[in-house]
T-cell receptor, first 113, second 112 residues
Framework: NAGVTQTPKFRILKIGQSMTLQCTQD?????MYWYRQDPGMGLKLIYY???????DKGEVPNGYNVSRSTTEDFPLRLELAAPSQTSVYFC????????????FGPGTRLTVT | GDSVTQMEGPVTLSEEAFLTINCTYT??????LFWYVQYPGEGLQLLLK?????DKGSNKGFEATYRKETTSFHLEKGSVQVSDSAVYFC???????????FGGGTRLMVKP
């Protein structure tokens, strides 16, 4: 089992460019999350999904969009990159029924210049 | 709203020293509490948890006790190793939901 995979590992964007951060899981978990981690700060929730076709905003959704067409995939879209979006992005999954543990991917380090 | 406050790091210790990382929280009701660990270049991993007052979570020599009266969940280890060097995050989850609220993280550096 690969668990939670994220691509790319690193990316540099110019201001105004767009990109999609990919997240895929093979654990058949219903819940999926996107967090951002700024230097010296804790993780902040961007968007989450409780199942295919259902998404909702977290604490810091502005500038991002998500979709959840399958259980496995939960891509995060940045439409007009801004320097404030420079961060490390983590995807996480959770069973949502019997377990409260979240499983994290290795992260994507994004720099916007 | 919910919040988690951790002691600022970095915390630098010698091998075999005693470790305490403080964590306090603010939340309505009775949240579940967690410690996650992030090793260099990796995502977060659950280290231990406690779901009700006076519960003690433990794993890999680390312990934390859910103290409702002081709204705290301090992480302790009796003898740290170099391999414990990582960033430690305290987090809470309200019983009514699945979302986690994280503290700012505390970097631990253990020197041989």
């Amino acid at each position: 089992n690969a668990g939670v995979t994220q691509t790319p590992k690193f990316r540099i964007l110019k201001i105004g460019q767009s990109m999609t951060l990919q997240c895929t899981q093979d654990m058949n978990h219903n819940y999926m999350y996107w967090y951002r981690q700024d230097p010296g700060m804790g993780l902040k929730l961007i968007y989450y999904s409780v199942g295919a076709g259902i998404t909702d905003k977290g604490e810091v959704p502005n500038g991002y969009n998500v979709s959840r067409s399958t259980t496995e995939d939960f891509p995060l879209r940045l439409e007009l990159a801004a320097p404030s979006q420079t961060s490390v992005y983590f995807c996480a999954t959770q069973d949502g029924t019997s377990s409260y543990e979240q499983y994290f991917g290795p992260g994507t380090r994004l720099t916007v210049t | 709203g919910d919040s988690v406050t951790q002691m600022e790091g970095p915390v630098t210790l010698s091998e075999e020293a005693f470790l305490t990382i403080n964590c306090t929280y603010t939340a309505t009701g009775y949240p579940s509490l967690f410690w996650y660990v992030q090793y260099p270049g990796e995502g977060l991993q659950l280290l231990l948890k406690a779901t009700k007052a006076d519960d003690k979570g433990s794993n890999k020599g680390f312990e934390a006790t859910y103290r409702k009266e002081t709204t705290s969940f301090h992480l302790e280890k009796g003898s740290v190793q170099v391999s414990d060097s990582a960033v430690y995050f305290c987090a809470l989850r309200r019983n009514a939901g699945n979302m986690l609220t994280f503290g700012g993280g505390t970097r631990l550096m253990v020197k041989p």
